[in-house]
């Protein structure tokens, strides 16, 4: 008890300074959903910004052919840079593809290229597939270099690359944007994880899902955000990213919209979002929870 009044006396001088709480240990977390544009990259990148502008210190992993998030980090991602591939493929090391943030003095990014594109089919004939990020990444980098949080942004498919990074990490975040069909495919996204945590990796579960892209000028925002809160429950963060275009234009100058436009609205909702993830901490499944590591309330219905 004395001990939960002290870590409680902490976060609240954390929180006067405008800083976060350290987790206990690192906390690795992926941002998934098999749908495109829901605003996975600009998650990745905004929370590991509002956590890294709290003072903690964080690295994201892109494992996105595309290089989104590396181009919204700023960082350094032509064919031929180091990068997630040849981290998968065996060819460097984690310290070799990291690159520091030209913007945040604690964020890190280990770039992806679009020399990832084949990778997809390069890791099926290599030994231990699914787990080619995390041979590369636990252990003795992670020990090293002490981070307290760990965000991998995934390509939009549920491939070898989702699954490297499902295996990597204990924490899946879902983005889920406020739009029609806002639901579609995480039925199957779900039973992935769940096979995932049966098969490949038992720690794996959902610990939060984030809504993003909210227009609260129109009725189905309102109502999908609902519909969301009803099938998860308490997984669903309460603060809502709202549409804003602030937001879409940061990553054209190579910035998330923490750094491009500080007080706007969209900067606030990703910092708020960032402090609700750092404050709850990670969301654990209980003796409850289903297949996907989240209350049995939350698991079913979901199937479109
Ligand atoms: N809250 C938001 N408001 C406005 N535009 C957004 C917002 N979030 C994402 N976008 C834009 O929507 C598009 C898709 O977002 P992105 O994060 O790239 O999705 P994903 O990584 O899931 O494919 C991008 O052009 C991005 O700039
Ligand atoms: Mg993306």
């Known amino acids: 008890m004395a001990e939960q009044n002290d870590k409680s006396a902490q976060r609240e001088s954390a929180l006067h300074e405008g800083r976060l709480p350290k987790p206990e240990r690192p ?7 098999q749908k495109g544009g829901v605003g996975k990259t600009t998650s990745s990148v905004n929370l ?3 956590l890294a502008e709290a003072g ?3 690295l994201v992993i892109d494992i996105d052919p595309q290089g989104n998030a ?3 980090l700023g960082v350094e991602h032509r064919a031929g840079t180091t990068s997630t591939y040849e981290l998968l493929i065996g060819d460097a090391t984690a310290d070799e593809a990291m690159q520091k943030s030209p913007d945040f003095d604690s964020l890190y990014c280990i770039p992806a290229t679009i020399d990832l594109a ?3 089919i390069e890791l099926v004939s290599l030994v231990r597939r699914e787990y080619r990020l995390y041979d590369a990444v636990r252990g003795e980098f992670l020990d090293k270099h002490q981070f307290d949080y760990v ?3 995934c390509p939009p498919s549920l491939g070898l690359l989702t699954i490297n990074a499902m295996t990597l990490v204990d924490e899946v975040i879902i983005p889920i944007q406020c739009e029609y069909y806002a639901l579609e495919g995480v039925g199957q996204l ?3 994880i769940s096979m995932i945590r049966q098969y490949l990796n038992t720690d794996l579960h959902i610990s939060a899902i984030l809504l993003t892209m909210y227009d609260g000028r129109t009725n189905l925002a309102e109502q999908v955000a609902e519909e969301v809160r009803g099938h998860f429950g308490d997984v669903v963060i309460k603060t809502l990213i709202p549409r804003s275009v602030r937001i879409s234009e940061a990553p054209g100058f190579g910035q998330t919209v923490l750094q491009y436009d500080p007080s706007s609205r969209g900067a606030q909702s990703y910092r708020d979002a960032a402090r609700e993830l750092a404050q709850r901490g990670d969301y654990l499944p209980g003796p409850e929870s289903g297949p ?3 209350s049995p309330a939350a698991a079913h219905d979901t199937e479109r």
């Open 27 to 33: 906390r690795l977390i992926t941002i998934a959903n």
């Open 48 to 50: 590991a910004a509002g």
């Open 56 to 58: 903690l210190k964080v």
């Open 70 to 72: 590396s181009t919204a």
């Open 118 to 120: 084949g990778a997809e």
């Open 151 to 153: 965000l991998i942004d």
């Open 190 to 192: 779900l039973n992935n």
């Open 292 to 294: 996907i590591g989240i």
